[in-house]
């Protein structure tokens, strides 16, 4: 995950938990990615693919500050390092600046472009605002716009908060009447750091197995999702979802429980039984275990120093992955739904269990109450799958045909 700005960006998000790392690099007064660094990590990266194809993936702070023309230049590197691969760009974005000259180049260069955007106007207008306090609602959607013009591939990014998560067919319908085909919602859970642990100019709290975060129970920010409003959230769309738009609409929650739910290997490191290969890249080539743990005990080393096939493979990135499954406590490694849920995020795990057991998910309780919900739905998709029928048939089904009737509503 390359992050050429570093954490610079347009717009002064509240909930934003990498505008602060700004502060890591007090001594950079200019937050871009140099051509040194840009050549040497699309040569670096393209060379530790195993196969034959690969995914660059940019994002910020806010990738746009860039201009086109780091792009043009990542571009025509990515031709000139491919050694007979195929190359694909994923490109996230507030949407703010775009314009045609943007809409020109990511359309012929086949971006895939991720949109941040929280809702309609006075969900999306609620948190998500500039660095002078103003609403960008309007302006997200005239970077739609210029997207859908030229026929750009999109996506939308949807960060659920305090105050959208508790209007779950709002959001969706209002994505879904805009024409998002793909959409993601990721949960905010940020807690404030307690003075002891602080890293000069870092607020936000270290990951719970930082050593010296361990133990503490923090608290969350205010505009940090709730645990019930999140299942309900997940919960209620799915409903809609399973009777209309199943095949026609991709939700990554969805995709990646039926993949776990027959047995093949989750499509996001969340549900993944451990992490560890989503590193991120900073805009001078430092190489962080992952871009949620971007705090100085979880730098790896500096691309231009050592390479990034030796930083992925370091011994220190390989625990720091399998200490996910390591760290399960005892109460999810027994519960029923552990399959499709791997404990999520260790970021999120910072509560106890029942029997006192630290390392419980603070989401725990909304994602229990989605996975038993989707549960029949999900047995019926993956019979579907492994009967070499498609999962969309399941809408010309009646709700009695595959939900047991102690379920139904």
Known sequence: MAKPSGSICNLGCSYCFYLEKEHLYPDTRRFRMSPEVLETYVCDYIAAQPGPQVSFAWQGGEPTLMGVEFFRQAVALQARHANGKTIENAFQTNGVLLDDEWG???????????????????????????????????????????????????????????????????VYRFLREFGSGFM?????????????????????????????????????????????????????????????????????????????????????CLFSENCGRAMAIEHNGDIFSCDHYVYPAYKLGNLCETPLAALADDPRQTAFGEAKSKSLPRYCRECPVRFACHGECPKHRFLRTPDGEPGLNYLCAGYKQFFHHIEPAMN???AMLRSGRAPLEIMSLSRGQWMPARLRR
């Open 380 to 382: 019926t998709m993956a």
């Open 104 to 170: 020109e180049f990511l359309a012929a260069n086949k971006f895939l472009v991720g949109i941040s955007i929280d809702g309609p106007r006075h969900l999306h207008d609620a948190y998500r605002i500039d660095k002078g306090g103003q609403p960008t609602f309007d302006r997200v959607m005239a970077g739609l716009a210029v997207l859908k013009k030229h026929r750009v591939e999109f996506n939308t990014l949807t960060t659920l908060h305090r105050k959208n998560a508790t209007q779950p067919l709002e």
């Open 184 to 268: 993601q919602f990721i949960p905010i859970v940020e807690r404030a750091a307690p003075d002891q642990i602080q890293t000069p100019g870092l607020w936000l709290a270290p990951p719970p197995d930082h050593a010296e975060a361990a133990e503490l129970d923090g608290q969350v920010t205010q505009w940090s999702v709730r645990p019930a409003d999140f299942g309900k959230f997940l919960c209620t769309i799915f409903d809609e979802w399973v009777r209309q738009d199943v095949g026609r609409i991709f939700v990554q929650q969805f995709d990646a429980a039926l993949a776990n739910w027959i047995g093949e290997p989750a499509s996001i």
